[in-house]
């Protein structure tokens, strides 16, 4: 089993920027691919960035790409992101997964709890 527990949420003014973290245990942290995810109120999950087991391949969509920057750290089992020019449409409960394939959409093996960010106007 493999436990994911995300960090770093918290209230942030539009413009601001935040480093959220997801510390990773159970299992050889650097066999999986991680990701993030959001998702605001009333609104379906979606899909912010991925990165390889080693680090060296990421992936965003285009409507965080520029602003969101994905990072490992294999040695900290800690995955984390960076979170840039924040708007209040950024406002969501952001989520780390794990999976041993590389994907970006679909179903993710495991799950984290969130961590809750804010910005305001």
């Known amino acids: 089993q493999v436990q994911l527990v995300e960090s770093g949420g918290g209230l942030v003014q539009a413009g601001g920027s935040l480093r959220l973290s997801c510390a990773v245990s159970?299992?050889?942290?650097?066999?999986?691919?991680m990701g993030w995810f959001r998702q605001a109120p009333g609104k379906e999950r979606e899909f912010v960035a991925t990165?390889?087991?080693?680090?060296?391949?990421?992936y965003y969509p285009e409507s965080v790409k520029g602003r969101f920057t994905i990072s490992r750290d294999n040695a900290k089992n800690t995955v984390y992101l960076e979170v840039n020019s924040l708007k209040p449409e950024d406002t969501a409960v952001y989520y780390c997964?794990?999976?041993?394939?590389?994907?970006?959409?679909?179903?993710?093996?495991?799950w984290g709890q969130g961590t809750q960010v804010t910005v305001s106007s």
């Open positions: 997964a794990a999976d041993q394939s590389w994907r970006t959409l679909g179903s993710w093996e495991y």
């Open positions: 159970g299992r050889t942290f650097s066999s999986y691919v």
């Open positions: 990165i390889s087991r080693s680090g060296g391949r990421v």
